[in-house]
């Protein structure tokens, strides 16, 4: 199901893989040794990395996708400043097929993010595909977002 709306200031689908790829070197994962890295991208085309980092207490862990949106609304962007997410993850030096994100950051995305326009950004599970690009409402259909309150 990948859809093919175009990404601002020739930012590609495979760019922002490459760039998620670099945010994945930054990875804290010394427990899971599951590492994961986000890029985020702006409509302004800021590209802002994040990979998860895990804690020994586990449940302060957080993922690449939340850490990537997190920083992006603290250094003073807000809802609908987003256009996509790259996200890329194993326990391998390599990344290898889709690495969807976990419900929570569906979730977190949710609020940030149309669900009808923001695009989720994964490696094909084959090497010679190209990258699968999804809606957010595909992976999180009948959300409750903001405009429910
Ligand atoms: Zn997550």
């Not at 709306?5 to 490459?18: G, K, S, V, Y």
């Not at 760039?19 to 890029?39: I, L």
């Amino acid at each position: 199901m990948n859809i093919s709306l175009p990404f601002p200031d020739r930012i590609t689908p495979q760019m922002l893989l490459d760039e998620a790829k670099k945010a994945r070197e930054r990875s804290y994962a010394p427990y899971s040794h599951c590492r994961v890295g986000a890029a985020l991208l702006t409509r302004s085309g800021e590209i802002i990395h994040g990979c998860n980092i895990e804690n020994a207490a586990f449940s302060p862990t957080v993922c690449a996708e939340r850490v990537a949106i997190f920083k992006a609304i603290s250094q003073g962007a807000t809802s609908g400043d987003f256009v996509a997410i790259a996200v890329v993850g194993g326990t391998g030096s390599d990344t290898a097929g889709a690495f969807p994100p976990c419900g929570v950051c569906r979730q977190v995305l949710r609020e940030f993010c149309d669900p009808d326009t923001f695009r989720v950004v994964l490696e094909p599970n084959r090497e010679d595909a190209e990258p699968v690009v999804l809606l957010l409402s595909a992976l999180l259909p009948h959300s409750f977002g903001p405009d429910f309150l």
